[in-house]
C-alpha cells in the first residue's frame, strides 16, 4: 500500500501540509526539540518541529535554520523519491515572549514552511508567514480561541484535548472536533493521548486531518532529554500523570515521578496565577526538572531512533484501517 493511500482527499489543505503523506505533525517540545530530532522526523515522513525558544541565545535559532534547510535539501536531492516531510517552528505568542518579532524575522528569512503558534493570536505573525507562501497552523484548547484565531488571519487550528502533554486542554476529541467542524472546512490538526497508529486513523475518522503527537517523541534517541525523562517515558502510563497549573500559569500534563523527585507532592501542588506565566530562564528550569507528558504514553515501551518509531504508527495505522475494511 503506498504512502498516498494514508491521507484521504482534501481539497482545503494550503502550502506545505499539501504535501505531507503520512497524517503525523511532531509537536514542538520545549527544550527537547531539536534540530537533530526535526531532521529525523521529516526524513521519516512526519512533519517534524521545534520551538523558536529552544535556541539558546536567540542568535542560534538562524545556525539551526540553515542546518535544517541545508540538511533537508540534500536528502531530497539524493532521494527524490522519498523527500523528507515539511518542517515548523512554534512561536510563542504571549506577551512574555521578547523574542517573538526578531525570531519570525528569521523565520521569514529562512522560509519556514509552517508557523505554529500559541498562547495568542497576532495578525502581523500571521501575515509575515503568507508573505513568503508559509501556512500558520494555531494550537486552541476551546472553541472560542479557534475562531479568533481564523479571524486573525490563521489557517488552520491544532486542537489541543484532554490528555495532551504539556500545555493542554480538558475537552473530549469527540466534542471538540465536532463542534470545530461545525464552522471550519480548513485543516486541523487533534492533539491529545495520541502515540499509536490506531489513534492517528481515530483522529482522522473524526474530522480532523492531521495527528498531533508529541509526548512519543521524547522516547527517542534523538531526543534532547535526559536518560532518565525517557526512561520514566517508557515506565509511566496515564496514571503517572498529573494535571496542574503550578509550574507555567497555565494548566499542563506532568509526569509524576518527576514531581516527587523534585521534592512536591503532586496531591497538594499550588495554584499560578496565569497572569505570572514565564518562558525564559526559569520557565526553562521548570520544564527541565519537572517532565511534560501527554496521557497516551502507555503505547511507548521502549527508547528507538525516530526512524523506527514512525515506521511503528504507519504500520500500526494500516493494521487499524485494515480491520476496518
Given at each position: ?76 536531492k ?16 504571549h ?46 484548547i ?30 473530549s ?65 496515564s ?28 496531591e497538594?501542588?499550588p ?40 515506521e ?14
Amino acid at each position: 500500500m503506498s504512502d498516498q493511500n494514508y491521507l484521504r482527499p482534501r481539497s482545503a489543505l494550503p502550502g506545505a501540509l499539501a504535501k505531507l503523506k503520512f497524517p503525523v505533525i511532531a509537536s514542538p517540545l520545549f527544550i527537547i526539540s531539536n534540530p537533530e530530532l526535526l531532521i529525523a522526523q521529516c526524513i521519516a515522513g512526519v512533519v517534524g518541529s521545534m520551538p523558536a525558544l529552544n535556541a539558546r541565545p536567540s542568535s542560534q535559532l538562524s545556525d539551526w535554520l540553515a542546518q535544517i534547510t541545508e540538511t533537508l535539501d540534500a536528502h531530497n536531492k539524493a532521494n527524490p523519491d522519498r523527500p523528507a516531510a515539511p518542517f515548523a517552528v512554534n512561536q510563542i505568542v504571549h506577551k512574555s515572549n521578547d523574542r517573538l518579532e526578531s525570531d519570525m524575522q528569521v523565520c521569514v528569512r529562512y522560509r519556514v514552511p509552517i508557523i505554529i503558534t500559541s498562547l495568542g493570536a497576532r495578525p502581523e505573525i500571521n501575515e509575515a508567514a503568507h508573505s513568503y507562501g508559509g501556512v500558520v497552523m494555531h494550537d486552541v484548547i476551546n472553541n472560542k480561541f479557534a475562531q479568533k484565531a481564523i479571524e486573525k488571519g490563521a489557517d488552520g487550528l491544532i486542537a489541543v484535548a484532554a490528555g495532551a502533554g504539556g500545555h493542554a486542554g480538558v475537552k473530549s476529541p469527540f466534542a471538540f472536533i465536532q463542534e470545530l467542524r461545525e464552522w471550519f472546512n480548513g485543516p486541523i490538526a487533534l492533539s491529545g493521548s495520541i502515540a499509536n497508529g490506531g489513534a492517528i486513523l481515530a483522529a482522522q475518522a473524526m474530522g480532523a486531518d492531521f495527528a498531533y503527537i508529541g509526548s512519543a517523541f521524547i522516547a527517542t534517541q534523538e531526543a534532547r532529554a535526559s536518560q532518565e525523562y525517557k526512561e520514566c517515558i517508557v515506565s509511566s502510563n496515564s496514571d503517572d500523570i498529573v494535571y496542574t497549573n503550578a509550574f507555567t500559569g497555565v494548566n499542563g500534563n506532568y509526569l509524576v515521578p518527576s514531581i516527587i523527585n523534585a521534592g512536591l507532592d503532586p496531591e497538594n501542588l499550588p495554584q499560578k496565577d496565569s497572569s505570572s506565566m514565564d518562558f525564559g530562564s526559569s520557565s526553562t528550569k521548570a520544564w527541565r526538572d519537572i517532565w511534560g507528558a501527554g496521557q497516551g504514553i502507555g503505547a511507548v515501551h521502549g527508547i528507538v531512533p525516530t526512524q523506527e518509531l514512525v515506521e511503528r504508527l504507519k504500520r500500526e495505522y494500516l493494521e487499524a484501517r485494515a480491520r476496518l475494511l
